[in-house]
């Protein structure tokens, strides 16, 4: 479980959250929904420590992870601000990461080659980061963060510039990492994709969130409650 206590977020003294609690539990996948600037960005880089809260706690299980950094987390911040090494190709990238993980080359080679199989990137793996699409790009930084693996897993606007396709892949694939070890939540605009892959969903509103159920609001209910909370 991940438990945010009354935690207030600002970027200078702009409050961005105020007070805000809530539960996360594992085996669940989350739909963070807000309008532009709402705060959803600023939420997953909370929870993962590469912001800062300014009031609260954050725990995870019994164990408060506000000292800690991203990469002390068993976490995955997967966003489309995507920071490759320009000057390795995309399957370099990949070994390199698997041999951070320490995992053995063999090993790696038969993992990456899953993975490429998984989103249909073998095409590119010899690319370098410049010569990739958007899309293209997107779709390996969703496969960067599937090969880390962790249980925390949290997906900042993943279905952006992938084509129906690749949505319908990456809905199947999210659904199919649900575990009783791994707490998954997406921000997303995508309602479709929310809907077909969320057991909650978090709207934010007047800086702190409220919880539905997917199946007890509909698209019109969501977006008034995003409306209203522009100033
Ligand atoms: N580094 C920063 N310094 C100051 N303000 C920031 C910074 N990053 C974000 N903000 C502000 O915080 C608010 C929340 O931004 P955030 O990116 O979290 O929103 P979002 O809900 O993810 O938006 P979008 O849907 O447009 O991606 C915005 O008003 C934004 O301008």
Same mark, same amino acid.
């Given at each position: 479980?991940?438990?945010? @206590? ?7 003294? &702009?409050? /961005?959250? &105020? ?9 669940? /996948? ?22 800062? @809260? ?12 506000? *000292? ?9 911040? %997967? ?33 990456? @080659? ?46 952006? !510039? ?5 949505? *319908? !892949? ?5 659904? $199919?990492?649900? $575990?009783?070890? &791994?707490? /998954? ?7 479709? $994709? ?13 800086? *702190?969130?409220? &919880? ?8 019109? !209910?969501?977006?008034?409650? %995003? ?5």
């Amino acid at each position: 479980m991940l438990r945010l @206590e009354h935690i207030t977020i600002k970027y200078n003294e &702009r409050v /961005i959250f &105020r007070d805000l609690s809530y539960q996360f539990q594992e085996n669940k /996948i989350y739909g963070l929904i807000g309008r532009n600037g709402a705060g959803k960005t600023t939420l997953l880089k909370t929870i993962v420590r590469l912001k800062k @809260e300014e009031y609260g706690d954050i725990f995870w299980g019994d164990v408060s992870i506000k *000292n800690k950094d991203y990469f002390d987390l068993d976490a995955t911040f %997967i966003s489309d601000d995507h920071s490759f090494f320009q000057d390795l190709t995309m399957y370099e990238q990949m070994l390199f990461l698997c041999k951070i993980k320490g995992l053995q080359k063999t090993k790696a080679q038969k993992k990456i @080659e899953g993975i490429v199989d998984l989103f249909k990137l073998g095409d590119y793996i010899d690319y370098f980061p410049h010569a990739l699409s958007r899309g293209t790009l997107q779709r390996f930084g969703i496969a960067f963060g599937y090969l880390r693996g962790s249980k925390l897993l949290l997906l900042d606007e993943p279905f952006i !510039t992938l084509d129906p396709i690749q949505v *319908n !892949t990456l809905e199947k694939l999210l659904i $199919s990492q649900k $575990s009783p070890n &791994r707490i /998954i939540v997406v921000s997303s605009h995508d309602l479709d $994709s929310l809907e077909a892959i969320c057991d909650e969903y978090l709207i934010i509103k007047d800086k *702190n969130v409220i &919880r539905y159920l997917p199946n007890e609001i509909g698209r019109s !209910t969501i977006t008034q409650i %995003i409306g209203d909370s522009y100033e």
